[in-house]
T-cell receptor, first 111, second 112 residues
Framework: GQNIDQPTEMTATEGAIVQINCTYQ??????LFWYQQHAGEAPTFLSY????GLEEKGRFSSFLSRSKGYSYLLLKELQMKDSASYLC????????????FGRGTSLIVHP | DVKVTQSSRYLVKRTGEKVFLECVQD?????MFWYRQDPGLGLRLIYF???????EKGDIPEGYSVSREKKERFSLILESASTNQTSMYLC???????????FGEGSRLTVL
C-alpha cells in the first residue's frame, strides 16, 4: 500500500516564501507529482519529480529525496492568488500509472 | 487546448435514483480515472480504465460502476444513489509520456 502525509493547513504572508512538505511510504516509486487546486476548480499540474534534486519552475520549485521518502514544494514571492490546496501524489512501482494522492495542504496567503 | 470535459457541474438527485456522470477527453489518452473528493479525505480513486471496455476497481468502488465504450468517453454510474455519495466527482485522463493527469472541472453531486 501507499501512505502519503502532508500538513493539513498552512498560512503565510504575501511576498514571503513557504515550503510544503510531503512524506511518503510506498511499495516502489515511479515519480512524485504536485498539483494546485483552487476552491471549486479542478487540480492543475505543477511538477513531476522522478530523480533526486530540485526542479525550479518560475516561483515554484519542487524537491525530491527518494532515500528519505520526502518531497517539498517551495513557493517564492507569494501572491494572494497562491491561496489554494496543494496536492502531493505518488506513483508506485510495478508499471502502474496510477498516482495516489495525499489529503492536500490548504495554503492561506494573507496580506 | 487539451481538454477533459465533464457533462454536469452541479447535480441534485434523490436517494435511489440512477445517476450518470459523463467524461470526455480529446487527447487520445488510453488511461482514464474517476475520483471523488471530500473535505479532509482528499482524492480517492473509484475506478479507472486503461483501454476501451477495460475497467479496474480503485480504492472505493462500492456503489459505483463505469462504462468505457469509446476511447474518449468514460462514464461513472451510481446505480442507486445514496446520501453518502454526495461529493465532488473528478474525472481525469493520463498522459503516459509525461505522467501528468489532466482533470475535468468536476461534478458536484448532492443526493437528498
Amino acid at each position: 500500500g501507499q501512505n502519503i502525509d502532508q500538513p493539513t493547513e498552512m498560512t503565510a504572508t504575501e511576498g514571503a516564501i513557504v515550503q510544503i512538505n510531503c512524506t511518503y511510504q510506498t511499495s516502489g516509486f515511479n515519480g512524485l507529482f504536485w498539483y494546485q487546486q483552487h476552491a471549486g476548480e479542478a487540480p492543475t499540474f505543477l511538477s513531476y519529480n522522478v530523480l533526486d534534486g530540485l526542479e525550479e519552475k518560475g516561483r515554484f520549485s519542487s524537491f525530491l529525496s527518494r532515500s528519505k521518502g520526502y518531497s517539498y514544494l517551495l513557493l517564492k514571492e507569494l501572491q494572494m492568488k497562491d491561496s489554494a490546496s496543494y496536492l502531493c501524489a505518488v506513483r508506485g512501482a510495478g508499471g502502474s500509472y496510477i498516482p495516489t494522492f495525499g489529503r492536500g495542504t490548504s495554503l492561506i496567503v494573507h496580506p | 487546448d487539451v481538454k477533459v470535459t465533464q457533462s454536469s457541474r452541479y447535480l441534485v438527485k434523490r436517494t435511489g435514483e440512477k445517476v450518470f456522470l459523463e467524461c470526455v477527453q480529446d487527447m487520445d489518452h488510453e488511461n482514464m480515472f474517476w475520483y471523488r473528493q471530500d473535505p479532509g479525505l482528499g482524492l480517492r480513486l473509484i475506478y479507472f480504465s486503461y483501454d476501451v471496455k477495460m475497467k479496474e476497481k480503485g480504492d472505493i468502488p462500492e456503489g459505483y460502476s463505469v462504462s468505457r465504450e469509446k476511447k474518449e468517453r468514460f462514464s461513472l454510474i451510481l446505480e442507486s444513489a445514496s446520501t453518502n455519495q454526495t461529493s465532488m466527482y473528478l474525472c481525469a485522463s493520463l498522459s503516459v509520456n509525461t505522467g501528468e493527469l489532466f482533470f475535468g472541472e468536476g461534478s458536484r453531486l448532492t443526493v437528498l
